[in-house]
T-cell receptor, first 114, second 113 residues
Framework: IAGITQAPTSQILAAGRRMTLRCTQDMRHNAMYWYRQDLGLGLRLIHYSNTAGTTGKGEVPDGYSVSRANTDDFPLTLASAVPSQTSVYFC?????????????FGPGTRLTVL | AQSVTQLGSHVSVSEGALVLLRCNYSSSVPPYLFWYVQYPNQGLQLLLKYTSAATLVKGINGFEAEFKKSETSFHLTKPSAHMSDAAEYFCAVSAGNTDKLIFGTGTRLQVFP
């Protein structure tokens, strides 16, 4: 069982470019999440989806969009990247709600926007 | 609203020494509390969680945490540190049956031989 896979592992991107970070889970979890991790700030929730077909905004959603067309995939898109979006991005999933159930995290994508 | 404060961004201990990582929370409702660990270049994984049952919670790798309502704390401890415990540790809080988990800023644990 792979759990959660993320692609790419790392990416250097020019400012203004569009970028999609991919996330796939094979655990048939209902809920999926995108976080960004920045030094000194911990993890901050960008967007989440409690079930396929629904999405919600987290703490820092501006500049990001997501879709949840099926249970397994939860891509995160940066429409026009800016340097402040340089970060490590983690995708996670849980069977139930994040406030109760264990979240399982992917290995992360390190994104640098120049 | 919920929040957590982790006291000390870095903690260093000798191998075999007690590990104590501090977490204080703020919550307007009875909280659910979590500790996650992140090993270098990996995602986070759950160490343990408190969901209003026993106040002393035992987790993986010999870690445990005690929920103290009077002190609004959920400190993580391990009696004897091992080199493999070197990692970043995150405390997190939720309002229970909700879809959001609020993470602290993390504490990096270094273990010296």
């Amino acid at each position: 069982i792979a759990g959660i896979t993320q692609a790419p592992t790392s990416q250097i991107l020019a400012a203004g470019r569009r970028m999609t970070l991919r996330c796939t889970q094979d655990m048939r979890h209902n809920a999926m999440y995108w976080y960004r991790q920045d030094l000194g700030l911990g993890l901050r929730l960008i967007h989440y989806s409690n079930t396929a077909g629904t999405t919600g905004k987290g703490e820092v959603p501006d500049g990001y969009s997501v879709s949840r067309a099926n249970t397994d995939d939860f891509p995160l898109t940066l429409a026009s990247a800016v340097p402040s979006q340089t970060s490590v991005y983690f995708c996670a999933s849980s069977d139930g709600l994040a406030g109760v159930d264990t979240q399982y995290f992917g290995p992360g994508t390190r994104l640098t926007v120049l | 609203a919920q929040s957590v404060t982790q006291l000390g961004s870095h903690v260093s201990v000798s191998e075999g020494a007690l590990v104590l990582l501090r977490c204080n929370y703020s919550s307007s409702v009875p909280p659910y509390l979590f500790w996650y660990v992140q090993y270098p270049n990996q995602g986070l994984q759950l160490l343990l969680k408190y969901t209003s049952a026993a106040t002393l919670v035992k987790g993986i790798n010999g870690f445990e945490a005690e929920f103290k309502k009077s002190e609004t704390s959920f400190h993580l401890t391990k009696p004897s540190a091992h080199m493999s415990d070197a990692a970043e540790y995150f405390c997190a809080v939720s309002a229970g049956n909700t879809d959001k988990l609020i993470f602290g800023t993390g504490t990096r644990l270094q273990v010296f031989p």
